[in-house]
């Protein structure tokens, strides 16, 4: 009877830290699952930014070239006398 006594307690001791072993395996799973989709936010995040970098690269070219336009829209009126003194 003595034997059977101290079995239980260990017994439910082996089940409470299976438990906790099993949860813990859960949680870890679940962490590593975020780092993965985290990481490939970062990464689309990343893209997004190169991307519009490039748009931004893109508009001040246009910009440089509409600027080169009016110039000699200008130049063109003022040989037409287009355009008030």
Do not use: F, W
């Amino acid at each position: 009877m003595l034997t059977r006594m101290t079995d239980e307690p260990d017994n439910l001791v082996l089940t409470i830290l299976r438990d906790m072993r099993a949860s813990l395996q859960r949680v870890e799973g679940k962490v590593d699952e975020l780092v993965r989709r985290v990481s490939s936010l970062e990464t689309n995040l990343a893209q997004v930014h190169v991307d519009l970098a490039s748009v931004h690269v893109d508009l001040a070219g246009h910009a440089a070239r509409m600027d080169r336009m009016d110039g000699r829209l200008d130049r063109i009126e003022k040989r037409l006398n287009l355009v008030d003194a």
